[in-house]
């Protein structure tokens, strides 16, 4: 779950992070900053950008080489930290004609081992201040189904609301038929709810991967949605008071 949908800025929009930043390589702090700059590389997230002085320089390795992007020319530089080595895991603006951005360092995620806003630590990208989750109890009547059989009924769903995602009906274990369901080894994360705890595929179509997941312990923001079981609307049918919803068409669609 790492794609998300246009938020009201424009590419290379930048504002400022009002929380502290952190990030660790190998149990070493790389960064840490109360300066960081949100900037829209494209509409659907941002990324951090770090002031060069809240960057550790005896962790930083000059590869030597300049790349040309839109924000202006940036220095290459890998990272060292103790015996845990990335290579091309960070780009130096020296100078930027977007306003803000000379002297910043953008870090590629995956290459620090974790990263933090404040003390919560933050999964696959850094979120984007637009995007809001709300999560509401609800008495609509829940069906869902695939491939015409039965996976799941509710009368007392939770009914989680992302900015710019399908809604998600959250269901209760004893509502789901797990006879029909059988347990996958696939773990994804998300900036917003934290990291799953379990998926299912339909028992009776192997080639169906991964269409439930549950959250056994997500973010604070959606805690009503601990332990309960969704399904993604773009795989399954799921009927809502009687009406049958179209499948919508997202990057999670097959």
């Known amino acids: 779950m790492t794609d998300y949908p246009?938020?009201?800025?424009?590419v290379n929009h930048v504002e400022p992070v009002p929380r502290r930043i952190r990030a660790f390589l190998g149990g070493e702090l790389v960064l840490e900053t109360t300066r960081a700059l949100y900037v829209w590389e494209w509409p659907g997230y941002p990324q951090y950008y770090v002031p060069r002085d809240d960057v550790r320089a005896e962790l930083l390795v000059d590869e030597g080489t300049v790349q040309q992007t839109r924000r202006?020319?940036?220095?290459?530089?890998?990272?060292?930290?103790?015996?845990?080595?990335?290579?091309?895991?960070?780009?130096?603006?020296?100078?930027s004609p977007v306003e803000g951005l000379t002297g910043t360092f953008r870090f590629q995620w995956d290459a620090l081992d974790s990263w933090f806003e404040e003390d919560e630590q933050v999964f696959v990208h850094p979120r984007n201040p637009?995007?809001?989750?709300?999560?509401?109890?609800?008495?609509?009547?829940?069906?869902?189904?695939f491939d015409g059989e039965l996976l799941a009924e509710s009368r007392s769903p939770l009914l989680l609301f992302e900015t710019g995602l399908p809604t998600r009906f959250y269901l209760d274990r004893t509502d789901v038929r797990f006879d029909n369901l059988e347990p996958s080894n696939t773990v994804t994360a998300c900036p917003y709810k934290g990291t799953t705890s379990e998926y299912w595929s339909a028992r009776r179509d192997p080639a169906?991967?991964?269409l439930a997941w549950s959250y056994n312990f997500p973010t604070r923001e959606v805690l009503p949605i601990a332990g309960l079981v969704a399904f993604y609307n773009e795989r399954v049918d799921l009927t809502v008071d009687g009406e049958r919803l179209t499948r919508p068409r997202t990057h999670f669609s097959v």
């Open 72 to 95: 202006g020319p940036a220095r290459h530089f890998g990272l060292k930290a103790g015996a845990t080595e990335r290579p091309a895991a960070a780009r130096l603006l020296e100078q």
């Open 6 to 10: 246009q938020a009201p800025v424009t």
């Open 208 to 210: 169906s991967t991964d």
């Open 130 to 145: 637009y995007t809001r989750l709300d999560v509401l109890r609800s008495s609509r009547h829940i069906r869902v189904e």
